[in-house]
T-cell receptor, first 111, second 111 residues
Framework: DTEVTQTPKHLVMGMTNKKSLKCEQH?????MYWYKQKAKKPPELMFV???????INESVPSRFSPECPNSSLLNLHLHALQPEDSALYLC??????????FGSGTRLTVV | SQQGEEDPQALSIQEGENATMNCSYK?????LQWYRQNSGRGLVHLIL???NEREKHSGRLRVTLDTSKKSSSLLITASRAADTASYFC???????????WGAGTKLIIKP
């Protein structure tokens, strides 16, 4: 299995909702990442987990809460989001600096 | 975080022609990677070139790296309609595993 699987593919949520994005990889990669991407822009790094521990938090608002239950799973819990948080959320994994595998993303719309 | 620039921002060519995209970066790097993104979906890793390499080929792709000018180019030969996508360069520093992204080039191949 050489894929990163993200669910759901699309999500529409209200500003008072709580939802979660899920990411799964079975390549044994030691690092997993959450990125946010707005239209026509490069991805912006949000969080990095290394060996299941949060190693980088790029000053992301607390309404985004990451969780790494085990080495294969990465979640992003969403609560009280704003319309400007609407974006494509990408998960990625890597074993070293030479190859990063991205999921297909979750297209999030906050209404 | 975004390290450098890509040019052109957009490129439209006829099918069969060659497409060249350029990427510049600011700091010393471990390697530079090129990714393709179709219609706002996940990023696909295309090719990696290490800081001690000057040129690399993969199928119809040719990547060059000039560390003295802190720049790289991606050449796609004999372009096809399926090559229509956004292309991003990303650098990896020696100090960490973060990808530092260029702004991206939107490539359109006209049939």
């Amino acid at each position: 299995d050489t894929e990163v699987t993200q669910t759901p593919k699309h999500l529409v949520m209200g500003m008072t909702n709580k939802k979660s994005l899920k990411c799964e990889q079975h390549m044994g990669h030691r690092a997993m990442y959450w990125y946010k991407q707005k239209a026509k822009k490069p991805p912006e790094l949000m969080f990095v987990y290394s060996y299941e521990k949060l190693s980088i938090n790029e000053s992301v608002p607390s309404r985004f809460s990451p969780e790494c239950p085990n080495s294969s799973l990465l979640n992003l819990h969403l609560h009280a989001l704003q319309p400007e948080d609407s974006a494509l959320y990408l998960c990625a994994s890597s074993q070293d600096q030479n190859g990063y595998t991205f999921g297909s993303g979750t297209r999030l719309t906050v209404v | 975080s975004q390290q450098g620039e890509e040019d052109p921002q957009a490129l439209s060519i006829q099918e069969g022609e060659n497409a060249t995209m350029n990427c510049s970066y600011k700091t010393s790097i471990n390697n530079l990677q090129w990714y393709r993104q179709n219609s706002g979906r996940g990023l696909v890793h295309l090719i990696l070139i290490r800081s001690n390499e000057r040129e690399k080929h993969s199928g119809r792709l040719r990547v060059t790296l000039d560390t003295s000018k802190k720049s790289s180019s991606l050449l796609i030969t004999a372009s096809r309609a399926a090559d229509t996508a956004s292309y991003f360069c990303a650098t990896v520093l020696y100090s960490n595993y973060q990808l530092i992204w260029g702004a991206g080039t939107k490539l359109i191949i006209k049939p």
